[in-house]
């Protein structure tokens, strides 16, 4: 090769090995490129990792009393998980009939809501479901239509269909129902790759123990801890706090009339079978108390290997909701009605009906707070899960309400309202009288009476009216001023309308004209309060304390403040909330605290009293009657209205007794409740709710007593008298039992 060609050859060498250069570094900028814009992509695509989010739920808040004293909370409990993404490949059946023998082996159940029980000796099925339990046969129903089956398909056609959708045809007819029903309830939970499906609940630590020991044969179960309502004083206004339960289906999915389906709590962030309040005031104040829920998240790479699990958000505790009440003074209440209840039978009732129910409200005369909210007989929270068919068949009905919800006929407690309307609209003054004669002569063919217990014929002016709770009186004035203005003055005091409380309480109802079966003598009937009015015993206590207000009604309220569940920060406070006013002219509250301290004054349980007390009794007639000999008889509910004291109003109270008789059998039960109450003020009172430094008026009784603590002279005798065919009851009243009818109380 010449000089020539040689260098010829040399460049096309460095020719050559420029173009390599440029070309190599193309493909570094593109790669460098590539790298910087879509580095990320190519880092997923590489891995091939999918992220996979799980709600981890939020300690619910507690619910403490005035003192900070816990009534409900959040406990942890541990419940059996499956994760389906942890499962791989295991076969599914196969490991839900390993959990099945670990659980049973530690006598747990599992989740099964299937209605239909293991099948008899020649392989058939029959629904679990009670013929009389609407709620079982609603579930029923529905269990069907989820399965597309028609109304009329038998526990062996549903049965024949979960087999066929499950593939459960290999199996023993006692695995066929286990895995049936485990398979229904992860379709109810929409168990997936993103929805755990929880399959025992609550179980014991030698379950968790069990589990955990066969981890390595169960890939995929979880032990999980959970928030789980517990009630610390479980007998403190149980019917008031309500209840907490699973988000069922008929309140996940709504169809109205329409057709139109939506899914109201998915929307606020709730999951399937969450628990959510359903009643009381775990339901009333579910957002406050619900806390703000975390979130897990596990990646998992394309060979289905678990890379990363981290807990993404925190869970946030939800807020403590504070009520008015002292869980002391509760107790005390209850305590206190109970005793009374147990003293009216043992002392007065020898008949067939016995004293067997009633309900005492306290209120604070300040801001209308409720100090104490009792019914008797009551339940406890921690045996309702338990004993709940007990007590849904106690005939007593310990689970009713009948504080908030109980509907009674007033009777003569209701007189003060007449007295307030007639002396406010200038009907009537102090001295004005009216002239009883027992017989109430107005109408030629109706002439109620009046017992005059404490009075004889003659004139009778508004405080002695009251005092002695003479019926002619009330029947002249009542008649003058006609229902419709005594009703209006009553509204105002709290009577036949809403309190105002955060949870479900009944409305009652006033004698009106617009009744169906008014005739003209019920109003007289009515300002005696019979006839077809009815109230609450809340009611009878926010009256009492509008009263001791001199006209001005608050609202009626149970809960304090909300606080912040890690600092006990206060985030919001309930404040007095006024909700009307009858306008205080002249001396019309004076008159009437004047009538209703005397009526305190007639009961020896009352009249001896450190403090003044200013009550009103009534002794309404019920439905029920009896024969004494050849008379007829109706039994009769103890009713009374009280505040005290009267220097200066601290506490207003409305009782019920059913079937209790006399008015002023109460007074003991009035009076250990304001000994309570001071107790509480001086810090004598006790925990367990009796008094440490100080003897109740029951505590002076002695047990074989047979002489009642009370006179029952004025105002604490029921009458013997012609009930009026025209003063019935409401429909409300029928409904709820409690309530009386057409009598000529005192």
């Given at each position: 090769m010449n000089q020539d060609e040689r260098k010829t050859a040399v460049r096309r060498m460095m020719l050559l090995i420029a173009a390599?250069?440029?070309?190599?570094?193309?493909?570094?900028?593109?790669?460098?490129?590539?790298?910087?814009?879509?580095?990320?992509?190519?880092?997923?695509?590489?891995?091939?990792?999918?992220?996979?989010?799980?709600?981890?739920?939020?300690?619910?808040?507690?619910?403490?009393?005035?003192?900070?004293?816990?009534?409900?909370?959040?406990?942890?409990?541990?419940?059996?998980?499956?994760?389906?993404?942890?499962?791989?490949?295991?076969?599914?059946?196969?490991?839900?009939?390993?959990?099945?023998?670990?659980?049973?082996?530690?006598?747990?159940?599992?989740?099964?809501?299937?209605?239909?029980?293991?099948?008899?000796?020649?392989?058939?099925y029959e629904f679990t479901a009670a013929s009389d339990n609407a709620a079982e046969q609603k579930a029923l129903a529905a269990m069907k239509d989820n399965l597309g089956l028609q109304q009329y398909a038998t526990a062996d056609d549903v049965m024949e269909k979960l087999v066929e959708d499950y593939d459960l045809a290999d199996f023993s007819l006692y695995w066929q129902r286990v895995l049936s029903g485990i398979h229904y309830e992860m379709q109810l939970q929409a168990f997936s790759n993103v929805n755990n499906f929880v399959m025992a609940e609550n179980v014991s630590e030698a379950t968790v123990a069990t589990i955990k020991e066969n981890s390595l044969s169960l890939p995929g179960v979880e032990i999980?801890?959970?928030?789980?309502?517990?009630?610390?004083?479980?007998?403190?206004?149980?019917?008031?706090?309500?209840?907490?339960?699973?988000?069922?289906?008929?309140?996940?999915?709504?169809?109205?009339?329409?057709?139109?389906?939506?899914?109201?709590?998915?929307?606020?962030?709730?999951?399937?079978?969450?628990?959510?309040?359903?009643?009381?005031?775990?339901?009333?104040?579910?957002?406050?108390?619900?806390?703000?829920?975390?979130?897990?998240t596990i990646t998992r790479n394309s060979d289905g290997v678990i890379v990363d699990t981290a807990l993404t958000t925190v869970p946030e505790p939800g807020h403590t909701v504070q009520l008015t009440i002292d869980s002391r003074f509760q107790k005390a209440v209850d305590k206190a009605l109970a005793e009374n209840i147990d003293m009216i039978n043992r002392v007065y009732n020898t008949g067939s009906m016995k004293a067997a129910a009633g309900a005492a409200v306290v209120l604070d005369v300040k801001d209308g707070s409720v100090l104490a909210a009792s019914n008797y007989p009551s339940f406890d929270q921690n045996l309702y899960a338990t004993q709940y068919s007990e007590y849904s068949a106690d005939e007593s009905l310990p689970l009713f309400n009948r504080a908030l919800q109980g509907l009674y006929t007033p009777g003569?407690?209701?007189?003060?309202?007449?007295?307030?309307?007639?002396?406010?609209?200038?009907?009537?003054?102090?001295?004005?009288?009216?002239?009883?004669?027992?017989?109430?002569?107005?109408?030629?063919?109706?002439?109620?009476?009046?017992?005059?217990?404490?009075?004889?014929?003659?004139?009778?002016?508004?405080?002695?009216?009251?005092?002695?709770?003479?019926?002619?009186?009330?029947?002249?004035?009542?008649?003058?001023?006609?229902?419709?203005?005594?009703?209006?003055?009553?509204?105002?005091?709290?009577?036949?309308?809403?309190?105002?409380?955060?949870?479900?309480?009944?409305?009652?109802?006033?004698t009106s004209k617009n009744d169906s079966n008014y005739m003209e003598s019920l109003d007289i009937q009515a300002a005696i309060g019979q006839g077809n009015t009815v109230v609450t015993p809340v009611q009878l206590a926010t009256y009492a304390a509008t009263i001791a207000n001199r006209g001005t009604r608050?609202?009626?309220?149970?809960?304090?403040?909300?606080?912040?569940?890690?600092?006990?920060?206060?985030?919001?406070?309930?404040?007095?909330?006024?909700?009307?006013?009858?306008?205080?002219?002249?001396?019309?509250?004076?008159?009437?605290?004047?009538?209703?301290?005397?009526?305190?004054?007639?009961?020896?349980?009352?009249?001896?009293?450190?403090?003044?007390?200013?009550?009103?009794?009534?002794?309404?007639?019920?439905?029920?009657?009896?024969?004494?000999?050849?008379?007829?008889?109706?039994?009769?509910?103890?009713?009374?209205?009280?505040?005290?004291?009267?220097?200066?109003?601290?506490?207003?109270?409305?009782?019920?007794?059913?079937?209790?008789?006399?008015?002023?059998r109460a007074g003991n039960l009035m009076a250990d409740i304001f000994n309570a109450y001071f107790a509480m003020q001086d810090g004598t009172l006790n925990e367990d709710g009796t008094i440490g430094k100080q003897e109740t008026a029951a505590d002076s009784t002695p047990a074989d007593q047979t002489a009642p603590a009370q006179t029952e002279t004025g105002t604490d005798t029921a009458a013997d008298t012609t009930t009026d065919p025209a003063a019935g009851t409401t429909d409300a009243a029928q409904e709820t039992a409690p309530a009386g009818q057409d009598a000529l109380d005192n």
């Open positions: 390599a250069a440029v070309i190599i570094g193309l493909y570094g900028f593109r790669l460098i490129f590539l790298q910087l814009v879509n580095g990320d992509s190519f880092t997923a695509q590489a891995t091939n990792t999918t992220d996979y989010k799980f709600t981890v739920t939020a300690a619910r808040g507690d619910i403490v009393d005035s003192k900070g004293e816990r009534i409900a909370s959040s406990t942890t409990g541990y419940s059996v998980v499956l994760n389906k993404l942890l499962m791989g490949d295991e076969d599914l059946d196969t490991m839900l009939q390993k959990i099945v023998g670990l659980l049973g082996k530690n006598g747990e159940s599992w989740n099964d809501s299937l209605l239909i029980g293991q099948p008899d000796a020649a392989g058939h999980v801890g959970t928030s789980t309502r517990s009630y610390e004083q479980g007998t403190v206004l149980p019917h008031v706090l309500g209840r907490v339960g699973k988000i069922t289906a008929e309140k996940w999915k709504v169809t109205d009339e329409n057709g139109q389906t939506t899914y109201p709590l998915r929307e606020k962030g709730y999951n399937m079978n969450d628990i959510i309040g359903i009643s009381g005031l775990e339901s009333a104040y579910e957002d406050e108390l619900r806390g703000k829920d975390g979130v897990e003569s407690t209701f007189k003060p309202a007449v007295a307030i309307a007639a002396l406010d609209t200038g009907l009537i003054n102090r001295y004005s009288t009216v002239n009883c004669t027992r017989v109430y002569t107005y109408y030629k063919d109706y002439r109620p009476k009046c017992t005059q217990h404490g009075h004889g014929n003659g004139p009778i002016d508004v405080v002695n009216a009251i005092k002695w709770s003479c019926n002619v009186f009330f029947y002249d004035v009542g008649r003058r001023l006609t229902s419709d203005v005594y009703d209006a003055y009553a509204y105002k005091l709290g009577l036949g309308q809403r309190t105002g409380v955060e949870v479900s309480e009944a409305v009652g109802h006033l608050y609202r009626t309220h149970f809960v304090k403040a909300i606080l912040d569940s890690n600092t006990g920060e206060v985030l919001q406070e309930t404040q007095p909330e006024v909700m009307d006013v009858i306008e205080d002219k002249g001396e019309t509250f004076d008159l009437i605290q004047q009538g209703m301290i005397g009526v305190s004054q007639t009961i020896s349980a009352l009249a001896n009293y450190p403090y003044t007390i200013a009550c009103k009794t009534g002794t309404p007639q019920r439905s029920e009657g009896y024969y004494s000999g050849s008379s007829y008889r109706h039994y009769t509910n103890t009713m009374m209205i009280a505040y005290g004291p009267t220097e200066d109003a601290q506490i207003a109270i409305g009782i019920v007794v059913e079937y209790g008789g006399g008015g002023a």
